[in-house]
């Protein structure tokens, strides 16, 4: 069945560092959509990548889809406080999303 | 509008007992699913809709009843509890069609079956 893998599933960063979270699927995907869940929260849409080889910013949040249309990135420059949570990749197959295992950030004052 | 509501916030039942999680959406997507998050397995896909009166089975559909008779609402059943679904339960709803769309979660409910 349809995998995506994310990584790292943990990442630890003092305020002002940057980070960057890994997306990969076993099969090609139509789109992909990011997703970012604040500790006790619910998931929150951010963005959706349709292209090969697309790339989109929100503010400090850039987001790529690769040419192959297997893989994803998301990178925050100068990470703060209020970036912390998880952060999910969700791949879409014929119907449905498949979510990524995510990344949890916690960003060090 | 609401968005998407879930109710109970919390449950906790004893192995065996069944229950409905309730879940609506005022915004007239055709699409709603169920999603379970535990700790390291990210959101599996539990049951889905594309409408009302069609449903179809996720990723970990085992224990698990859904029915759409509206628009509106998608509940999900557990009829006899274990353990093993001790978990987040979040429902989810988009508009449906296309290449994809935003997807809107609930608040979730939170299970524990002791």
């Known amino acids: 069945g349809q995998q995506v893998m994310q990584i790292p599933q943990y990442q630890h960063v003092q305020e002002g560092e940057d980070f960057t979270t890994y997306c990969n699927s076993s099969t090609t995907l139509s789109n992909i959509q990011w997703y970012k869940q604040r500790p006790g929260g619910h998931p929150v849409f951010l963005i959706q990548l349709v292209k090969s080889g697309e790339v989109k910013k929100q503010k400090r949040l850039t987001f790529q889809f690769g040419e192959a249309k297997k893989n994803s990135s998301l990178h925050i420059t100068a990470t703060q406080t209020t970036d912390v949570g998880t952060y999910f990749c969700?791949?879409?197959?014929?119907?449905?999303?498949?979510f990524g295992t995510g990344t949890r950030l916690t960003v060090i004052p | 509008n609401a968005g998407v509501t879930q109710t109970p916030k919390f449950q906790v039942l004893k192995t065996g007992q069944s229950m409905t999680l309730q879940c609506a959406q005022d915004?007239?997507?055709?699409?709603m699913s169920w999603y379970r998050q535990d700790p390291g397995m990210g959101l599996r896909l539990i049951h889905y809709?594309?409408?009302?009166?069609?449903?179809d089975q996720g990723e970990v559909p085992n224990g698990y009843n859904v029915s759409r008779s509206t628009t509106e609402d998608f509940p999900l059943r557990l009829l006899s509890a274990a353990p093993s679904q001790t978990s987040v339960y979040f429902c989810?709803?988009?508009?449906?069609?296309?290449?994809?769309?935003?997807?809107?979660f609930g608040p979730g409910t939170r299970l524990l079956v002791l």
């Open positions: 809709s594309v409408g009302a009166g069609i449903t």
């Open positions: 989810a709803s988009r508009l449906g069609g296309g290449v994809g769309e935003t997807q809107y």
């Open positions: 915004m007239n997507h055709e699409y």
């Open positions: 969700a791949g879409k197959g014929a119907n449905n999303l498949f």
